[in-house]
């Protein structure tokens, strides 16, 4: 498991750098973290939403099923979670900073 972990994470170290690169990620989130924020979308958000986020106990978070939803709705369901619903909150694990990144790239394609 541990060995998973160390390969997912260097994966996506070298996917955020890209993204770092490429102007997509905000300037307050480092590499190791935008990494590491990948990572909990994939698994832990993809264990509900499924790990292509195509849909499972959650609905589809692709950019056609988000198509006409803002990053600061997004963000928000991202933090406080929707009551009545398996989506928990997230505010204790991630900034509003963090939950605005996961929205934008959930909104175009999360890579």
Known sequence: MFEVRRRLLSAALILSTGLIA??????ELSPIRTGELLILVRHDCGSCHGLTLKGGLGP??????????DEEGI???ILSGVPGTPMPPWKSELT???ALWIAKQ????LP
């Open 75 to 77: 963000a928000e369901v």
């Open 60 to 69: 589809p978070l692709l950019p056609e099923t988000l198509n006409g939803r």
């Open 22 to 27: 490429a102007g997509i990620a905000q300037a």
């Open 96 to 98: 509003r900073g963090e």
């Open 106 to 109: 959930l909104i175009e394609g």
